[in-house]
T-cell receptor, first 111, second 113 residues
Framework: GESVGLHLPTLSVQEGDNSIINCAYSNSASDYFIWYKQESGKGPQFIID?????DKRQGQRVTVLLNKTVKHLSLQIAATQPGDSAVYFCAGRAAGNKLTFGGGTRVLVKP | NAGVTQTPKFQVLKTGQSMTLQCAQDMNHNSMYWYRQDPGMGLRLIYY???????DKGEVPNGYNVSRLNKREFSLRLESAAPSQTSVYFCASSERIALNGYTFGSGTRLTVV
């Protein structure tokens, strides 16, 4: 079956440093991936997406890297700020056009 | 502001009680979804509606029913609540299945005692 998961449940990072959040997926047919940010008490919010025909995509302070060979994607946050403290989810789309979500990684930004 | 609105935000039920979670979106999206979120489990799909008039089971449909009332509204019903249904429930919508991801509501925290 399809699964999308995360390597690290909690990531502590110093303010100003870069953060890297990792995600592994199992279904090689997944053609589209999304990163979401969820702050406490709120629903997930879209951060950035990437199609499987790309290996890198950049947004504002965020970069997603996709390695299809090892079925791995990562989210890099540059110059992490206190407002980046949240839980981050990856999600992948495969058969049936439904998204499957990973378990989430909590990012804690230390001042 | 455009988005997905869920009601109620909090609810406590006794085992065996029934209730309906409401969801409405004003973005003219075709597809709507219900997820539950449990600690360490991520988001799991309960039911979805790819378009008005259709509904399909997701990963964890047992104990739930849904109604796509019209294009805007998608409700989730618990006929006989059980403690295992204690969770945070999120409704989401997308223009069609996931080109820019889903827009999520703010969630309903449900406790079944």
């Amino acid at each position: 079956g399809e699964s999308v998961g995360l390597h690290l449940p909690t990531l502590s990072v110093q303010e100003g440093d870069n953060s890297i959040i990792n995600c592994a997926y199992s279904n090689s047919a997944s053609d589209y991936f999304i990163w979401y940010k969820q702050e406490s008490g709120k629903g997930p919010q879209f951060i950035i997406d990437i199609r499987s025909n790309m290996d890198k995509r950049q947004g504002q302070r965020v970069t997603v890297l996709l390695n299809k060979t090892v079925k791995h994607l990562s989210l890099q946050i540059a110059a992490t700020q206190p407002g980046d403290s949240a839980v981050y989810f990856c999600a992948g789309r495969a058969a049936g056009n439904k998204l499957t979500f990973g378990g989430g990684t909590r990012v804690l930004v230390k001042p | 502001n455009a988005g997905v609105t869920q009601t109620p935000k909090f609810q406590v039920l006794k085992t065996g009680q029934s209730m309906t979670l409401q969801c409405a979106q004003d973005m003219n999206h075709n597809s709507m979804y219900w997820y539950r979120q449990d600690p360490g489990m991520g988001l799991r799909l309960i039911y979805y509606s790819a378009s008005e008039g259709t509904t399909d089971k997701g990963e964890v449909p047992n104990g739930y029913n849904v109604s796509r009332l019209n294009k805007r509204e998608f409700s989730l019903r618990l006929e006989s609540a059980a403690p295992s249904q204690t969770s945070v429930y999120f409704c989401a919508s997308s223009e069609r299945i996931a080109l820019n991801g889903y827009t999520f509501g703010s969630g309903t925290r449900l406790t079944v005692v």
